[in-house]
Nanobody
Framework: QVQLVESGGGLVQSGGSLRLSCAASGIRFSIYVMGWYRQAPGKQRELVAAITGGGSSNYADSVKGRFTISRDNAKNTVALQMNSLKPEDTAVYYC?????????????WGQGTQVTVSS
């Protein structure tokens, strides 16, 4: 059974930093693409950052230069370091694990963690 457990959300002032962590179990972690998504009220869930098992990463334009995704395959964890936070970063942040085999995607989600940035 796949479990993704996020931690590290909270309330921070504009310009501050937060670090989100996600602990995965029940999967062969190193072969999954791990990602962080976010969903603000009234908006669709969007990709924030993703990282492959080999460490290649990509970011949404809105967070480039401010957020850094990293993973530790030995500990089955993925982290999102968020710096220079803005009020528009306020959202529920979700950890995601994705494995594509042929044309089939195997995807799991965490329960989400709230990030609130005050102006």
């Amino acid at each position: 059974q796949v479990q993704l457990v996020e931690s590290g959300g909270g309330l921070v002032q504009s310009g501050g930093s937060l670090r989100l962590s996600c602990a995965a179990s029940g999967i062969r972690f190193s072969i999954y693409v791990m990602g962080w998504y976010r969903q603000a009220p009234g908006k669709q869930r969007e990709l924030v950052a993703a990282i492959t098992g080999g460490g290649s990463s990509n970011y949404a334009d809105s967070v480039k230069g401010r957020f850094t995704i990293s993973r530790d395959n030995a500990k089955n964890t993925v982290a999102l370091q968020m710096n220079s936070l803005k009020p528009e970063d306020t959202a529920v942040y979700y950890c995601n694990a994705r494995l594509t085999i042929a044309t089939t995607n195997f995807t799991s989600w965490g329960q989400g963690t709230q990030v609130t940035v005050s102006s």
